[in-house]
């Protein structure tokens, strides 16, 4: 299979990406797979390092207010549709898929040019706008959440699939716990809430764990918190200035990434983060209660609808951005951790959402359409 994938941006639009090559790959390894991206995003790093091919071009989303700027920057993306056009017709594909995010614009269109067959994938619970135009002219439509396929509402080619992750639930055995919870050099005995604000960290979300910690509000609770490698030595500085020494913290482990994941995702008690709809898929998946802090957004506030939606089914509590502070979120987490019943609770209703083998779904998707055409 000859495929061209556009993600770009955030690990929530290029890991999905990366995922779907990934199964592609497992099915026919002489695929061959290109990605679409641009010179800004994560996908500069994460695409090489899963060893695909990058083609950069320019390409950038629409603001609200009109400007110079943005006249400018829709030229140079209208422009690379016809950068995409060409590659298109010396690669023929047989699929372009897309994962959202303004990079598809140039890509579908030019792939629509050249009827190529196209699929998309929609992580979030409300769809983007990339998505939303491009949605009647696609193949199929993979959709992270219901909530999505509803707001697709008269069209017949959205599917229902999950969003794909690398992280799973994993039963821990006594082994395997007690040798996480010593190299991570914290109390076994006090509920574990795990702290991160996504790959670059979050500075409101640290900020208010700086003001617990100075306060030694966390008596009763752990925290394993990843404060995001250009954030560490702002926070090492800030915890010096009250005599704190970062490495030598009680009932808190602090570290600038967390590389294992998928383990202290499945050892915690209470997860506390921003609300992408990766890190919602994973939540679901391992069955946590969580607190979401959305990450604002001048336009549309994807991660404020993907965090509703597990707040109402009784799954997490939402702090907005704007209202987060260490008092308050201390009084959230002290009084959830303090029912672990109840957390426990919250983390089966997370799981009502979670979708498993959801790559294996959208590979035989993509196949069967592929194989209806060849026809």
Same mark, same amino acid.
């Given at each position: ?39 800004? $995003? #994560?996908? +500069?790093?994460? !695409? ?6 990058? *083609? =950069? /071009?320019?390409?950038?989303?629409? %603001? ?89 509402? $008269? #069209?017949? +080619?959205?599917? !229902? ?6 992280? *799973? =639930? /994993?039963?821990?055995?006594?082994? %395997? ?105 994973? /939540? ?92």
């Amino acid at each position: 299979m000859r495929v061209i994938i556009s993600a770009a941006g955030t690990g929530g639009h290029i890991n999905p990406g990366i995922a779907i090559a990934n199964k592609i790959k497992e099915h026919e390894p002489d695929s061959e797979i290109v990605f679409f991206g641009t010179d800004r $995003g #994560l996908e +500069n790093d994460l !695409v090489p390092r899963a060893g695909y091919e990058l *083609k =950069k /071009i320019e390409a950038y989303g629409i %603001q609200p207010k009109p400007s110079f700027s943005n006249i400018k920057n829709l030229i140079k993306t209208m422009h690379s549709r016809k950068v995409v056009k060409k590659f298109i017709d010396e690669f023929k594909p047989d699929v372009v898929i897309g994962t959202g995010g303004y990079i598809c614009g140039p890509v579908f269109a030019a792939a629509n040019a050249r009827h190529v067959p196209s699929f998309l994938h929609e992580s979030n619970a409300f769809p983007g706008r990339a998505v939303k135009v491009f949605a009647r002219k696609a193949e199929k439509v993979f959709v992270g959440f219901k909530e999505a396929k509803d707001c697709l509402s $008269g #069209l017949n +080619n959205v599917v !229902v699939t999950g969003t794909p992750t690398k992280i *799973k =639930k /994993i039963n821990l055995s006594e082994n %395997q716990r007690n040798s996480i919870i010593e190299e991570l050099n914290i109390n076994n005995d006090l509920p574990m809430v795990l702290i991160f604000g996504g790959s670059q960290g979050a500075q409101k979300i640290n900020e208010a764990v700086v003001d617990i910690i100075k306060n030694s509000k966390n008596e009763k609770y752990q925290i394993v918190w990843a404060t995001g490698p250009k954030q560490f030595d702002i926070i090492k500085k800030s915890l010096s200035s009250y005599g704190i020494d970062i490495e030598n913290v009680k009932n808190a482990k602090i570290m600038p990434y967390i590389y294992n994941m998928e383990d202290l995702i499945n050892l915690c008690d209470l997860v506390v983060c921003r609300s992408g709809a990766m890190t919602i898929t994973e /939540i679901a998946i391992v069955e946590k209660p969580a607190i979401f802090i959305p990450l604002p957004s001048v336009g549309a506030n994807r991660q404020e609808d993907n965090a509703r939606v597990l707040e109402k089914m009784g799954a997490a509590k939402v702090i907005l951005n704007s209202d987060i502070n260490g008092e308050i979120l201390d009084n959230y987490i002290s009084e959830m951790v303090s029912d672990k019943n109840n957390l426990i609770a919250m983390g089966k209703k997370a799981s009502s959402i979670a979708m498993y083998d959801v790559e294996e779904k959208i590979y035989n998707e993509i196949k069967s359409v592929i194989n209806t055409k060849r026809k």
